[in-house]
C-alpha cells in the first residue's frame, strides 16, 4: 500500500496558477505510475493526468490539455500538478492516485492507492 498527501489547494481567480503536490511514502516510489483525479459536487470522478514510473510518457485530459503540467521527483518521491489559466469548471477536489503497474493509465481502476484530495476554487 502507499500512502498519500496531497496539498496546495486554495481559492484563485479565473485566469490564475496554483501547484498541487503530493507526498508518497511506503511501497517503492520510482516503480509505479501516478496521477491526478477531480471531483467536482454532484459529478463523477474524472482523470486529469498521469505520469509514468519513470516520469516518461505523460498523458493529460482534453479539459486541461496545454494548461496543466504533471512532474514528479523521484527521489523526494512526489508528485506535482501546475495548473495555469485555470477557470471555474476546473473547480473540484483534486486527489492524487498510485498506479499499479509503472506505465502511466488514464484508467481509474488503474489505480489503487488514493489521497484524502484536496479542494481548488477558481472564482469567476
Known amino acids: 500500500q502507499v500512502q498519500l498527501v496531497e496539498s496546495g489547494g486554495g481559492l484563485v481567480q479565473a485566469g490564475g496558477s496554483l501547484r498541487l503536490s503530493c507526498a508518497a511514502s511506503?511501497?517503492?516510489?520510482?516503480?509505479?505510475?501516478m496521477g491526478w483525479f477531480r471531483q467536482a459536487p454532484g459529478k463523477e470522478r474524472e482523470f486529469v493526468a498521469a505520469?509514468?514510473?519513470?516520469?516518461?510518457?505523460?498523458y493529460y485530459a482534453d479539459s486541461v490539455k496545454g494548461r496543466f503540467t504533471i512532474s514528479r521527483d523521484n527521489a523526494k518521491k512526489t508528485v506535482l500538478l501546475q495548473m495555469n489559466s485555470l477557470k471555474p469548471e476546473d473547480t473540484a477536489v483534486y486527489s492524487c492516485?498510485?498506479?499499479?503497474?509503472?506505465?502511466?493509465?488514464?484508467?481509474?481502476?488503474?489505480?489503487?492507492?488514493w489521497g484524502q484530495g484536496t479542494q481548488v476554487t477558481v472564482s469567476s
Open positions: 492516485a498510485a498506479g499499479r503497474y509503472a506505465q502511466a493509465t488514464r484508467v481509474l481502476a488503474g489505480f489503487d492507492s
Open positions: 505520469i509514468s514510473a519513470s516520469g516518461g510518457p505523460t
Open positions: 511506503g511501497r517503492t516510489f520510482s516503480n509505479y505510475a
